[in-house]
């Protein structure tokens, strides 16, 4: 496949890129170069392999959801270094 100077241009734009009119010539060479490359992986035959979804094969171990005791309002504020009524007081994060 070839790209033209035309495209690289837009690429570029897109992605933010700068460089010089030397420089775009050997860009679409190196570009042209990575789409034949991705190209040849369409004469693979994928049809008897599994899409990946992760390239992990670790699976996660769930567990069922359990009703437990929880902490009341008033238990978790006795701990608080600083509070407001019912509310924790923290520092300031925003200007």
């Given at each position: 496949?070839?790209?033209?100077?035309?495209?690289?241009?837009?690429?570029?734009?897109?992605?933010?890129?700068?460089?010089?009119?030397?420089?775009?010539?050997?860009?679409?060479?190196?570009?042209?170069?990575?789409?034949?490359?991705?190209?040849?992986?369409?004469?693979?035959?994928?049809?008897?392999?599994?899409?990946?979804?992760?390239?992990?094969?670790?699976?996660?171990?769930?567990?069922?959801?359990?009703v437990g005791m929880h902490l009341s309002h008033d238990a978790a504020l006795k701990n608080a270094p600083k509070r407001d009524s019912k509310y924790f007081r923290v520092p300031?994060?925003?200007?």
């Amino acid at each position: 496949m070839n790209i033209d100077k035309d495209t690289i241009k837009k690429i570029a734009h897109l992605a933010r890129l700068e460089f010089d009119e030397s420089s775009a010539e050997k860009i679409s060479q190196d570009m042209s170069q990575i789409l034949d490359w991705v190209e040849k992986l369409n004469e693979l035959d994928t049809d008897q392999i599994e899409p990946l979804t992760t390239m992990s094969s670790e699976v996660n171990d769930m567990r069922e959801d359990q009703v437990g005791m929880h902490l009341s309002h008033d238990a978790a504020l006795k701990n608080a270094p600083k509070r407001d009524s019912k509310y924790f007081r923290v520092p300031k994060v925003l200007e």
